[in-house]
């Protein structure tokens, strides 16, 4: 071992910190997260993450055809990537941080040398992004890491996690003892990280193996979602090849191949004689640390990197460029059946601005929404709108005193009503199916729905009307009618239904036929 | 780093976690101690000492029987603490409810997070501060408000209606009810319904106090003193079909020490949740009863009606919670200030 150990900084100090520094930028976007719930907050504080993200900015800016001041601050992120490469994926991504968690001895994780030429494909996702955000669709926004998270915890984690936390305090709290502190406990939880009830979500399962798949994919190849797919990565990856701060080999290399074995990347290898790809290299510092003899050294210079192997062709980027445009004009002709969209409940304000093209598809307001009202499509907005935000007033109504998705959305896709404007805002209009209404099919007093509706005229009225029964006996029954140039679609009579199942009043798209 | 949990300190403490948890369930299934105390005798109660439950301690603690209270106070006047003062002192002061050491629950009607307490959708925030500053007086331990909103979230619900800073300046909590705390419970005397999930810190609370607004609806005709318990249970949409019955079925459980009936601006039509200042009627009146059929039945004659015209009126009345015979009732009128 060489004396002059002593006199640098030992070099384990610098992964260290990347450690400390991974785990405060995840611990502050989950902070974000949380703050999200609607309470008091600086929306964008909520959504910073999010505006950070260069390729949100950028997709959304050629499909929006409009830059959101907010998203300036991605200029950050792209700042940082032509100074010191991808340290985003690195150091700050939360995503990155997860893999890095949950990730496995290294020595079980073999290369994988057939899939070298698949790194392109991240690349290649950047083209047909941007390719399809020119047309006017973000559909694959739901690739960006951030979104992803984003979605993943708010339909699936945090439900889940909910739920747990749910069953433990319903149990712990009947035993005696436990009672007061489970009571405390729940003070602090509710509503602060937690709903005050446990909200529903329609793909928690789904989201969930999603999420998990993007993490097993470790036990293939570590930070396999980063090396192969991740797009923000691929962005980031186009922009280090000018970083100013790349990894070179210094002289002192006796070609040990430690450096091989640490890379989370394995974008040192020994065939390249230990460099590296600037644009695979996520300044993790690792190698900095494995390396005995100060081989490997952080320097700053501006030449750019040269074209590996797998870095796509032009034929391929152009490929990628009509595939997406292709795609989109595919997507839009394969007209879907009107009736599959007879549901689609968009958030305030979000039906007048085309979602599919501003909306990045990354959950927030399915997170802040505090009546579980807000969901990812599944099959309501067609496939170029999977996982854009309905209302689904059966699991959750559009709270008449809120405007918390409008607060939050990033780019303004569900726009900031002040509350006023917002309980004008049709979103939807609600009907009674009377052959199922108990009103109506079983000549019983009900009236829920009317009792429920916030508009201070009611949109929903009552008619007393006498009505005979099957055994020609008369009785005196209040039927409800809604009252269409007053309803707004917030969907509480549907949600507060007292019928099993669909309810017997359900709120519908804002019929065009009819003057609103 | 620090060393990671081993996996067999991890699995210990998941054991604890779930041993507990299975514990808590089987615990559940034991008879509560409270719970299956008697409940309330099945003798129809008089109305100047109409327990709440559980009821062991009550009869110890009875007023005097020299003094003798009326059934009903009135207490009319600009000023809503004046008349939850002065509608007290006539009633015996809130010391006859509230002993020293009292855990009290106060249940206002906070029903949604829509509008402020002009539009009457919400019991009125002095009165329910008044209540809060008068426990406090009469020592007790604990004042907590709270009600489960069916429009919006309960912690905008409070701010909105502007109870939770009036209870806040005057000492009280507001309790956001937490969904695990609704436990079982039988209700003996029932006769439509004779389980019911209700909300555990006011069954085990020692005061209970109802502060209802009084309004319009459109199933009960108009919510009440009986109608606002409906807040402490889970199941809400149970009790619409029978309404009546299973509101008094529900009364003959929770049994409020004390009724006060907000009738300061009263919501003539569009209720429960309003919205429009032309439904509303100020009428700057309080009626304070220990026997919420009997302060119910006289708040609906504010509206034009009779308390026959109630169905839970009826019912509370056959099954021996109160009286509505207003002819038969002792009542004392106050007029307080300008």
Known sequence: ?516 | MSAPMTRRAFLRLLGIGIGGAACGRIANTLPDPLASSPAPTLVPLPASATPFLPAEEVPTQAPPTAVSYPDLVVARGPTPEQLVRQGLAALGGMPRFVHPGARVVIKPNICVAYHSYEYAATTNPWVVGELVRQCLAAGAAQVTVMDSPFGGSAEQAYAVSGIAAQVQAAGGEMHLMRSFKYVATDLPQGRDLHALEIYDDVLKADVLINVPIAKHHSLARLTLGMKNLMGVIRDRPLMHQAIGQRLADLASRVRPALTVVDAVRMLMAHGPSGGSLADVRQADTLILSTDVVAADSYAATLFGLQPDDLSYLRAGRDMGLGQSDLGAMRIEELTIGA
């Open chain 1, 1 to 516: 071992m060489e004396h002059e150990a002593g006199r640098r900084v030992d070099p384990r100090w610098y992964t260290r910190a990347r450690w400390v520094v991974q785990l405060l930028a995840l611990a502050a976007y989950l902070a974000a997260f949380i703050l999200a719930r609607r309470g008091p907050y600086l929306s964008a504080a909520a959504n910073l993450f999010l505006r950070l993200d260069p390729l949100a900015a950028l997709a959304q800016a050629l499909s929006g055809r409009e830059f959101v001041a907010g998203m300036l601050l991605s200029l950050l992120v792209i700042g940082l990537a032509l100074g010191l490469g991808r340290a985003w994926c690195g150091w700050l991504c939360p995503l990155g941080t997860i893999l890095d968690v949950f990730s496995p001895s290294r020595r079980r994780v073999r290369a994988l040398e057939a899939a070298e030429p698949w790194r392109r494909v991240k690349i290649l996702l950047v083209v047909l992004i941007l390719a399809s955000a020119l047309l006017g669709s973000l559909s694959l926004m739901v690739l960006d890491p951030l979104t992803l998270l984003t979605r993943s915890l708010a339909s699936s984690v945090w439900p889940a996690l909910d739920r747990f936390v749910l069953a433990l305090e319903t149990g712990l709290y009947r035993v005696p003892l436990l009672a007061p502190l489970v009571g405390r406990t729940d003070l602090l939880l509710r509503p602060a990280v937690f709903p005050a009830e446990p909200l529903p979500s329609r793909v928690a399962l789904g989201f969930g193996v999603l999420l998990a798949s993007v993490i097993g994919l470790n036990w293939l190849a570590e930070r396999f979602w980063c090396r192969y797919v991740c797009p923000l990565g691929g962005l980031l990856a186009l922009l280090s090849r000018l970083a100013i701060v790349k990894r070179t080999v210094a002289p002192g290399c006796n070609a040990c191949g430690a450096c091989t074995h640490v890379c989370p990347t394995a974008t040192i290898r020994a065939d390249r004689q230990f460099s590296s790809d600037p644009a695979e290299c996520t300044m993790c510092l690792e190698c900095l640390a494995a390396c005995l003899r100060q081989g490997a050294v952080f320097s700053a210079g501006t030449a750019i990197a040269p074209r590996m192997a797998y870095d796509p062709n032009r034929r391929e980027v152009l490929a990628a460029l009509g595939g997406g445009l292709a795609g989109v004009a595919l997507l839009r002709s394969q007209t879907r059946t009107p009736a599959a969209s007879a549901h689609r409940v968009q958030p305030p304000g979000a039906r007048e601005n085309n979602l599919i093209g501003k909306c990045l598809r990354c959950g927030e307001c399915t997170r802040t929404c505090p009546t579980g009202a807000i969901h990812p499509a599944i099959s309501e907005a067609g496939l170029e709108g999977l996982w854009t935000p309905v209302l689904v007033p059966r699991l959750g109504y559009c709270d008449y005193s809120c405007t918390a998705c409008g607060e939050i959305c990033p780019v303004g896709a569900i726009p900031p009503l002040a509350l006023e404007q917002k309980r004008l805002t049709v979103i939807g209009v609600a009907y009674i199916d009377k052959d199922r209404c108990i009103a109506w099919a079983d000549q019983r007093d009900c009236i829920v729905c009317e009792e429920m509706c916030p508009v201070a005229e009611k949109a929903i009225l009552l008619e007393r009307v006498e009505v005979t029964r099957h055994d020609g006996s008369t009785v005196s029954v209040q039927q409800p009618r809604v009252v269409r140039e007053r309803c707004i679609g917030c969907g509480i009579c549907e949600y507060k239904c007292p019928l099993s199942g669909e309810a017997a009043i359900r709120v519908w798209t804002p019929n065009i036929a009819l003057p609103l």
